[in-house]
């Protein structure tokens, strides 16, 4: 059974930083796509950052880049996140989602990966 783990959320102050991560179990994903997707109450689920198997390229949501970084550690089967200049608009829950190299559709359509975690609650106060 493929599973995500997601950790390393919490509460930080509005300028900090956190590192989420994101343990892969199940089966070697060398080559699927990871990507991190977030959650606000009352919002629908939206594209925050993704990093493609093939070639390691990466993309980002207009509200994150230059503050965000997403990076995968291949021999511990890690995808991280690493969030810096965080505001309180980047509050959620935060998804690690995956998808395999078949699939070609869009990076920031949830609809085209096949698993995920179970979310990292990320809250950045004033």
């Known amino acids: 059974q493929v599973q995500l783990v997601e950790s390393g959320g919490g509460l930080v102050q509005a300028g900090g930083s956190l590192r989420l991560s994101c343990a892969v179990s199940?089966?070697?994903?060398?080559?699927?796509?990871m990507a991190w997707f977030r959650q606000a109450p009352g919002q629908e689920r939206e594209f925050v950052a993704a990093?493609?198997?093939?070639?390691?390229?990466?993309y980002y949501a207009d509200s994150v880049k230059g503050r965000f970084t997403i990076s995968r550690d291949t021999a511990k089967n890690t995808v991280y996140l690493q969030m810096n200049s965080l505001k309180p608009e980047d509050t959620a829950v935060y998804y690690c989602?995956?998808?395999?190299?078949?699939?070609?559709?869009?990076?920031?359509?949830?609809?085209?990966?096949?698993?995920w975690g179970q979310g990292t609650q990320v809250t950045v106060s004033s």
């Open positions: 989602a995956s998808r395999p190299p078949s699939r070609l559709g869009s990076f920031d359509e949830s609809l085209e990966y096949r698993y």
């Open positions: 199940g089966r070697t994903f060398s080559t699927y796509t």
């Open positions: 990093l493609r198997g093939s070639d390691y390229s990466t």
